[in-house]
């Protein structure tokens, strides 16, 4: 089984429309999406994943499945299905599943665990030292997989945030400040 985990980098910008989507956006043509697509869908056919983890994938499901449609078909329709994740506005986190790969299933996680993400936690957010109430940004997709020939497998998607979150940047910038923030 060969899981894929790759961050599109704003797929969103080469559609419009959401639920009825076309391709092109106010920062691409169609033309130059359609390019994207491509070239994206020809690295998905060349390293061939059972499953395929997205990061900044499409805001609607009906963008996905145009992409799907387009680029990752066949004469028996798309050759992957699509899970996309509750959260993330305009970056949304995506599981493939191909469909004639070695995962027989993938369904959502449920389990008292995986809700509780949802929940806040005590994290020092800005570097000064105190405990604070925090939760995600941007909630995992936590996926159960059942492998052909093999035990299930727990999967999460994560789209992580960078060092600008929340006055990181400015901590990051100030050459005295940096270690300590590092650390």
Known sequence: MKIVDWNLEWMNKWFSGNARPRWG?????????????RKAASVIDALAPDLLCLQEGPSAEAEMALFLDEFLSDADGPRFEALIGSDGGAQKLYVLR????????????SDAATLALTEPW?????????????????????????????????VVVLH????????????????????????
Not at 160 to 183: C, I, M, N
Request: aromatic content about 6%; hydrophobic content about 40%.
């Open 122 to 154: 005590a994290a020092d957010v800005n570097g000064d030292m105190l405990l604070e109430g925090y939760d995600f940004t941007r909630l995992p997709l936590v996926v159960d997989i059942d492998p052909v020939g093999g035990a299930p497998v727990r």
């Open 160 to 183: 992580t945030k960078s060092k600008y979150v929340h006055g990181g940047e400015a901590l990051w910038r100030d050459p005295v400040r940096r270690q300590e923030f590092v650390v």
């Open 98 to 109: 191909r469909r004639d790969g070695l995962v027989r299933a993938v369904e959502r996680a």
């Open 25 to 37: 956006s106010n920062e691409l043509s169609a033309d130059e999406a359609r390019t994207c697509a």
